[in-house]
Antibody, heavy 121, light 107 residues
Framework: QVQLQESGPGLVKPSQTLSLTCTVS??????????WSWIRQPPGKGLQWIGY?????????NPSASLKSRITISIDTSKNHFSLNLRSVTAADTAVYYC???????????WGQGAMLTVSS | DIQMTQSPSSLSASVGDRVTFTCRAS??????LHWFQQKPGKAPKLLIY???RLQSGVPSRFSGSGSGTDFSVTISSLQAEDFATYYC?????????FGQGTKVEIK
């Protein structure tokens, strides 16, 4: 069955760019009319949806003030993975970052295990 | 953005109890409402989608209802493995948003 696995550096310095990759296994990232999302969860807090990408490269980003204009989500169909770049990070971006799959307007049915990202000097 | 408000924020219950918790949307979202269960240190897991449809493999003691702005989940007989935090999420319109969670604790 399809599985998602996040990978990333674990620690990023303030003002730098956070980069995470989600690798899809057990199925093609281009199949099934799925949208591929990033979601984050600060320690002890709730879930925030960051944005999605479709295999064509079409994206939607959450216009939230906490994320606005700092997000880029990209996809590499040859490697069956998609990525998140978050620029100019601060301590407020410290969180567990999840990747997840859904169909448009439907539920996130498969999630990665999560990757903890800490922003600290 | 559509605001999702869950209540209560936490509840204490015993094994075997019937428990219900709710989610309210700031505007009508039809049945574009989903529920997730999250245990400490784990990713959320889809329990119920489209307000009332049980995800494959989820025990039948879970049920969901509602449409428009008011939704609920009922666990008919709470089991030890059900102690967790539950989140609702709307997919009616972007940005997709989550509720703040209901934590179900052992009494």
């Amino acid at each position: 069955q399809v599985q998602l696995q996040e990978s990333g550096p674990g620690l990023v310095k303030p003002s730098q760019t956070l980069s995470l990759t989600c690798t899809v296994s057990g199925g093609s990232i281009t199949g099934g009319d799925y949208y591929w999302s990033w979601i984050r969860q600060p320690p002890g807090k709730g879930l925030q949806w960051i944005g999605y990408i479709y295999y064509t490269g079409s994206t939607y980003y959450n216009p939230s003030a906490s994320l606005k204009s700092r997000i880029t989500i990209s996809i590499d169909t040859s490697k069956n993975h998609f990525s998140l770049n978050l620029r100019s990070v601060t301590a407020a971006d410290t969180a567990v970052y999840y990747c997840a799959r859904s169909r448009l307007w439907s539920a996130f049915d498969i999630w990665g295990q999560g990757a903890m990202l800490t922003v600290s000097s | 953005d559509i605001q999702m408000t869950q209540s209560p924020s936490s509840l204490s219950a015993s094994v075997g109890d019937r428990v219900t918790f709710t989610c309210r949307a700031s505007q009508s979202i039809s049945t574009y409402l989903h529920w997730f269960q999250q245990k400490p240190g784990k990713a959320p897991k889809l329990l119920i989608y489209a307000a009332s449809r049980l995800q494959s493999g989820v025990p039948s003691r879970f049920s969901g209802s509602g449409s428009g702005t008011d939704f609920s989940v009922t666990i008919s007989s709470l089991q030890a493995e059900d102690f967790a935090t539950y989140y609702c999420q709307q997919s009616y319109t972007t940005p997709w948003t989550f509720g703040q969670g209901t934590k179900v604790e052992i009494k």
